[in-house]
């Protein structure tokens, strides 16, 4: 089984960029979906992005498009988030999820994913 790990995130200027890293463990990484998902106080988690089991096909999430990267690096057992051009209502705490997938899938519902990390502050200052 896959355990995940979030790293990356912090305070930043509006305009600035992160990127968000996710660690994976476990030998079977390039059999799952993997995901980037945020939430704020009171809102339900939602998903931002997605990517399928070696990083062909990519789903954003309207709000994201043009400024989020999702990618992967299946021997390194990574997952990244690179953000650009951030915006204060890109403030939430971002956490990386995992599901097991068919090659050439991209999961985007998110109750599909079944493994979480911990979860990791993204705060854009104004």
């Known amino acids: 089984q896959v355990q995940l790990v979030e790293s990356g995130g912090g305070l930043v200027q509006a305009g600035g960029s992160l990127r968000l890293s996710c660690a994976a463990s476990g030998r079977t990484f390039s059999n799952y979906g993997m995901g980037w998902f945020r939430q704020t106080p009171g809102k339900e988690r939602e998903l931002v992005a997605a990517?399928?089991?070696?990083?062909?096909?990519?789903y954003y999430e309207d709000s994201v498009k043009g400024r989020f990267t999702i990618s992967r690096d299946n021997a390194k057992n990574m997952v990244y988030l690179q953000m650009s051009n951030l915006k204060p209502e890109d403030t939430a705490a971002y956490y990386c999820a995992a599901c097991v997938a068919a090659a050439g899938v991209v999961i985007r519902r998110g109750t599909a994913y079944d493994l979480w990390g911990q979860g990791i502050q993204v705060t854009v200052s104004s």
């Open positions: 990517i399928s089991r070696i990083g062909r096909y990519t």
